[in-house]
């Protein structure tokens, strides 16, 4: 799977990728995540997913920031903490070295997206959908 992630990314095959070093059943592991170019369906004329900031920009300088919509999905910490406790698998060192990490890559966020949404209930997802279905 390495190997076939670190020849995309030579390759120029991903739209945005990321490295995480996490802890995961108390032993330090290295995560992957990329988008593949691939993957998105530029034949449709609308496209969603999900990204991180730096993912956002790549979208943006790939398809042109005037192509795409950026909407910040936000989550006290309270709500995220629950929402990953249901979700199993909680490992409070793990999400503690997350919320940390969030704070600092998510800080500028309205530097890259046009939307903010907060999302602590859940009506939200009705919110993100009215949204986005407006600027379409």
């Not at 991903?14 to 330090?28: D, K």
């Amino acid at each position: 799977y390495l190997s076939k992630f670190q020849s995309m990314i030579e390759n120029g095959e991903l739209l945005e990728y990321r490295q995480y070093n996490a802890i995961h059943n108390n032993e330090p592991v290295t995560w992957y995540y990329g988008t593949g170019k691939e993957s998105i369906n530029l034949l449709s004329s609308h496209y969603c997913t999900v990204l991180d900031l730096d993912g956002a920009k790549a979208a943006q300088q790939y398809f042109g920031k005037e192509n795409c919509i950026t909407i910040y999905i936000d989550a006290d910490e309270n709500t995220r903490t629950l929402r990953a406790k249901q979700r199993g698998g909680f490992e409070l060192e793990e999400w503690e070295r997350r919320l940390v990490a969030d704070k600092e890559d998510f800080k500028n966020y309205e530097e890259v997206c046009e939307y903010y949404i907060e999302n602590n209930d859940e009506v939200s997802i009705d919110k993100i959908v009215e949204v986005i279905r407006g600027l379409l």
